[in-house]
């Protein structure tokens, strides 16, 4: 089970780079008030039935609102064989350029 982990300022290096799948584990309606350019929703509850759609040969980039849950979901996926990363601090923390 190996995953990685990176700051929210990093961010912005991972954003319309296509071997890399930014996902936004936040509420639905948070998610519709702005996300990540390119972010994908899906629902952390629904992680393990919805991984299937996931691409196996992308790295997925996680994040939510402050980093707990998309620690979580990565920990989930790499146990199944996804590469992953998780955004420490998550959205809170972002104060890059691709949010909208």
């Known amino acids: ?3 990685e982990t990176i ?3 990093e961010l912005d ?3 319309n780079k296509s071997e890399f799948l930014i996902v936004d584990l936040r509420e639905p309606e948070d998610y ?3 996300h990540i350019a390119g ?3 899906m629902d952390y509850d629904d992680i393990e039935n919805n991984c299937v ?3 196996r040969d992308k790295i997925i980039v996680m994040y939510c609102d402050r980093g707990g849950l998309s620690l979580m979901a990565v920990r989930k996926l790499s146990a199944m064989g996804y590469r992953t990363i998780s955004v420490i601090g998550g959205l809170r923390a972002y104060k890059g ?3 909208m």
């Open 97 to 99: 350029k691709y949010f």
């Open 53 to 55: 759609s996931l691409p």
């Open 1 to 3: 089970m190996k995953f």
């Open 39 to 41: 972010a994908v929703y």
């Open 7 to 9: 700051s929210a300022r």
């Open 32 to 34: 519709k008030k702005g």
């Open 13 to 15: 290096y991972f954003v």
